[in-house]
Every structure is written in structure tokens, then in C-alpha cells.
């Protein structure tokens, strides 16, 4: 019988890359987490890790052992979502992490929903873009994750993981006021190179057969907005960044095909059916419609 709690610090490794990073994800000493995963080695009786450079990796066997741990903690998620079932009112704690333009319009009226219904829940929420949440999420540090994805750039898939769909956001261009000449022929403030929204961002420029001058660079669609209406640069703004309010600077439509990018949550694998999860999803849900229909009366 292999202990579960030794397979789960291999899980670990396997996701956060380093002993180091394991280790201050559960509090523990890289010592002691080596300890630990060398006990496991001799309980299975075959290397599970081996150096590459000044890292280690998993062996075959090891990568083995993980799937199957990630089935265990499936059903035990799946367990844990019977047994809160069972109970009357939710309790406990549901850890939402949300990208910036979500965490300002969707969370808010979310958390009042959920605090009416079930004033004994407690939600922990941590503003993180999706390329870091979801990984921390198969980690095991979130419950539930609001993400994104933009068009013609499907973001990859992870069979452990559930997604539904929240909404579609609109993207527009924004030019500061009496801006005299085109998009190509002004600077720009884009997400930082390597995100998704930087790579759609672009893509769309250049199938316009020009390339962007990008003078500024930041993940904050505030700092975005501020530039655009202080004349300093064009921008590719969310819908979600007016919250039913009307827009500040002019917005242009994009070409057909590229208008919205899809706004969804996603839990691990058997815990969609936990109460809380449900909760979360059926007021994020509720927030999603409400705004939408904010802004079609504006």
C-alpha cells in the first residue's frame, strides 16, 4: 500500500517543477520533501525521479504513479462534493482566482450573491491571470478559476479539468479622442509578449497587413485605458472594462471573427459538483446576465 501522502508531494513535483517550489507551496523543507519522495522510492521499489542538471525529474514509473494519484484525488474530490451535499447550508472556504477586468465587474456582485444566499460560506479570492491560475489550480491552490480565452487562439486543454462556459466579451479598438490618424500610424499599449492576449493582439495588426508601434507594456487594463484617454496610445479594450457604464474614449468594431473573447470557469475534475462550486458558478452566472443586460440597456 503506497501512502497518499508521499504520492501527493510526486504530484506536486510534477506540477510546480522544483523541490523548492513544493516545499514552500506546503510549508515544508526541500529536505524534508526529498525525504519524503525517497521513502516512496523504496516503498515502490523503482527509481521515480532522476537529475537533469541541477533538477530532477520524473521516470516513466513516476509519471505512472502520478496518473494514477490524480485518479485517487478525483474520487476524493467527488467525495468531498457527496459528503458537503449532504449537509444543510454551506460552509468552509471556496478560493476563486479571476483575471483584473473580471475581478472588477464580475466578482463583486458575485460575492453579494453568494454572501445573501449563504452567509456561512467564506470566499478567498486572488486576482491572477489564467496562464498562472490554472496551473495553480491543478496545484490544488484554487477551487475555481475565471479564465479566458481570445478568438482564433484556443488555449490548451487539460483533461482534468472542467470547464463551463460564462460568457462572450466583446473587444474593441480605442483611440484617444480626436485622434487624427489611424491605429497603424500611433503607438500602442499591449499586454506583455508571450501572453495570449499579446499573441491575439498581434496576430490581428498584422492580418491588417501592418505592425504595431508597442511603446507600452502592462497586464493592467486600467493603466491600458488611462493611456488611451490621455492621447498617449491605442488600445484593444474588453467590454467588461465599462461595467455597464459608458465608454470614455472612442471605440471602433473589429473584423468579423474577431470580436470577443470567451470568458469561462473551470474547476478540477469532480469537485463541479460540490455545493459551493455550484454556488460560485450559478452567481458568477447571474452577475454575467445582469451586466450584459446593463449594457444593451445603455
Do not use: N
Not at 459528503?83 to 444543510?88: C, D, M, Q, R
Amino acid at each position: 500500500m503506497f501512502d497518499l501522502h508521499r504520492l501527493r508531494l510526486l504530484r506536486e513535483l510534477k506540477h510546480r517543477g522544483t523541490l523548492a517550489a513544493v516545499a514552500a507551496a506546503l510549508s515544508y523543507s526541500p529536505s524534508s520533501v526529498s525525504q519524503q519522495l525517497s521513502v516512496l522510492e523504496k516503498e515502490v521499489g523503482v527509481p521515480l525521479l532522476e537529475p537533469v542538471g541541477r533538477r530532477v525529474r520524473l521516470t516513466e514509473q513516476g509519471e505512472i504513479l502520478v496518473a494514477h494519484t490524480e485518479a485517487v484525488l478525483e474520487r476524493l474530490e467527488q467525495a468531498r462534493a457527496e459528503v458537503a451535499g449532504s449537509l444543510t447550508g454551506l460552509t468552509g472556504t471556496l478560493r476563486l482566482a479571476a483575471f483584473q477586468t473580471a475581478a472588477l465587474t464580475l466578482i463583486p456582485p458575485t460575492l453579494t450573491l453568494l454572501r445573501a444566499a449563504h452567509p456561512a460560506l467564506r470566499v478567498h479570492v486572488t486576482e491572477a491571470e489564467p496562464e498562472a491560475a490554472l496551473p495553480a489550480l491543478r496545484a490544488r491552490d484554487f477551487d475555481l478559476v475565471i479564465a479566458e480565452e481570445y478568438p482564433g487562439h484556443p488555449h490548451p486543454r487539460h483533461p482534468e479539468l472542467e470547464e463551463v462556459d460564462l460568457s462572450q466579451d466583446a473587444l474593441r479598438l480605442a483611440l484617444p479622442a480626436g485622434a487624427g490618424e489611424g491605429p497603424a500610424g500611433r503607438p500602442w499599449v499591449m499586454e506583455p509578449e508571450g501572453t495570449p492576449a499579446r499573441r491575439w493582439a498581434m496576430a490581428l495588426c498584422r492580418d491588417a497587413g501592418w505592425e504595431p508601434d508597442v511603446r507600452y507594456e502592462s497586464t493592467d487594463m486600467l493603466l491600458h485605458l488611462r493611456l488611451v484617454e490621455q492621447g498617449h496610445a491605442a488600445a484593444l479594450l474588453p467590454d467588461l472594462l465599462w461595467c455597464g457604464r459608458k465608454p470614455t474614449v472612442p471605440l471602433l468594431e473589429l473584423p468579423g471573427g474577431r470580436r470577443s473573447r470567451r470568458l469561462f470557469t473551470v474547476v478540477r475534475g469532480g469537485s463541479s459538483r460540490h455545493p459551493a462550486v455550484r454556488a460560485c458558478r450559478e452567481a458568477l452566472a447571474r452577475a454575467a446576465q445582469e451586466l450584459d443586460r446593463t449594457a444593451g440597456d445603455g
